[in-house]
């Protein structure tokens, strides 16, 4: 599961990876489900846009089950209603510069930050989606799609988000790729991670 991040990317190190306009994004040490957060789409052409967390499918009207869709396992991705044409027709990517996970260490849960060795920003493979409300707005969810722990993250919980490389963001965001590729994708995530015992949310060394 993946459910605290961190967004803190250089300044320019967005518009140079993807290819997009920046404008004004705010740094967020804790990120949590029902945020308003940016991520990286390919519509007529790649472009950040915000969107809040937690996945509400375009035939449902409760707003609420986005709670509930903050993830979607790699394994059922493809299978699951709630996902299935987001998979197929609106991928996305989730930069986040690192996210948290807790560790059972006898009585009590330790946290851990799960980075890149050169703090570089982590492009996390997501689902999106867009629904035009009764007042006339567009609401826009995503989900993150998480896999089986590798690596250091292994060590410390049994999922992960899936890491994609830069030639795997390429393809996630290519709806032309076919599903085997996508598959594929999804078990190889990049996990050259390292991590860091940390106290608390928040205190990033």
Not at 43 to 52: F, N, P, Q
Not at 64 to 87: D, H, M, P
Not at 109 to 136: M, P, Q, S
């Amino acid at each position: 599961m993946c459910g605290r991040y961190v967004f803190n990317p250089r300044e320019g190190e967005l518009e140079a990876r993807y290819r997009v306009v920046e404008g004004q994004l705010q740094v967020n040490y804790n990120v949590t489900p029902g945020l308003v957060m940016p991520v990286v789409i390919n519509e007529g052409g790649t472009r950040l846009e915000m969107m809040r967390w937690g996945l509400v499918p375009s035939w449902s009207f409760d707003e609420s089950i986005g709670n509930r869709l903050i993830n979607a396992r790699s394994e059922t991705v493809k299978e699951k209603s709630v996902f299935k044409q987001a998979y197929y027709k609106r991928r996305c990517i989730v930069p986040m510069s690192g996210f948290y996970e807790w560790k059972d260490e006898g009585n009590k849960k330790t946290v851990f930050y799960l980075t890149r060795a050169d703090n570089k920003i982590l492009g996390v493979a997501g689902l999106y989606e867009k629904r035009r409300k009764e007042d006339g707005k567009i609401l826009k969810t995503y989900s993150i799609i998480t896999t089986s722990a590798k690596g250091t993250a292994s060590k410390i919980h049994d999922r992960m988000p899936v890491i994609l490389s830069r030639e795997g963001e390429k393809e996630w965001l290519n709806l032309a790729s076919q599903s085997g590729l996508l598959e594929e994708l999804m078990r190889d995530s990049a996990h050259e991670l390292v991590s860091k015992r940390i106290r608390r949310i928040g205190d990033i060394p």
